[in-house]
């Protein structure tokens, strides 16, 4: 780094180490040298599906959805990144084309430091912990999709959105989410009135109160899914 003494710096070096442990001292440096630190905020759109990848976004703060969309307009939600995260699909892609083929948007406000694609495989070989943090990634994010891809080769819609709900509330922590039918059922594939259908029957087996753009969830989820 070339200025240690750089109060802005310093803080970023504490988070990073708090919010990335794994990564080693050196790598930590080449992070803030290299990387650009960046407020987000809620409903902005990070990646776009075809769009060129030039920097990889590690997020400090905040929330995304990543979704998969086809040649029609429609999306299909894969999966949620928290602090300490990467898009391991953005990974892959900057490896190979160079192009996206996922859409991604911040839920909440978000503070990411962006790292330029130039970068990723000279890590791969300079640094350890970058290498095991990217395979991490990979692992983590692969099985996030094949589960959904199960839920849709394998399970029926009421299963896929009781699992999507469950999704939704661990991601936020909380009771209450603030999603629409129409939300849901862009995200799911489906249609809002197949969703209604079935959250309504949800609300009459006690297991979520419907409210104006919000579910509440009422009993516990992960009691109604078998993983």
Request: net charge negative; proline share 3%.
């Amino acid at each position: 780094m070339d200025d240690n003494s750089n109060p802005k710096n310093l803080e970023l070096e504490i988070e990073l180490k708090r919010v990335f442990p794994e990564f080693s001292q050196l790598l930590i440096e080449e992070i803030i040298e290299h990387g650009t630190h960046h407020h987000i905020a809620e409903g902005t759109e990070l990646m776009d599906a075809g769009g060129s990848i030039r920097e990889v976004p590690l997020l400090l703060e905040g929330r995304i959805k990543v979704f998969r969309p086809d040649d029609h307009g429609n999306e299909l939600f894969l999966y949620f990144l928290h602090p300490g995260n990467a898009c391991a699909l953005s990974l892959v892609c900057s490896a190979g084309t160079g192009k996206s083929n996922v859409r991604a948007e911040t839920t909440e406000n978000c503070r990411i430091i962006s790292i330029p694609v130039k970068l990723m495989d000279e890590w791969m070989l300079k640094y350890r912990t970058w290498y095991y943090y990217v395979l991490g990634t990979y692992r983590a994010r692969l099985e996030e999709v094949l589960k959904t891809v199960d839920g849709i080769a394998f399970h029926k819609m009421d299963e896929r959105l009781v699992k999507y709900l469950l999704k939704n509330q661990e991601s936020s922590g909380e009771s209450i989410l603030h999603l629409t039918h129409q939300d849901i059922a862009y995200e799911l594939n489906s249609s809002r009135e197949v969703i209604s259908r079935l959250l309504k029957k949800m609300e009459q087996r006690g297991t979520i109160k419907l409210g104006r753009n919000s579910i509440e969830i009422v009993q516990s989820l992960s009691e109604l899914v078998d993983f």
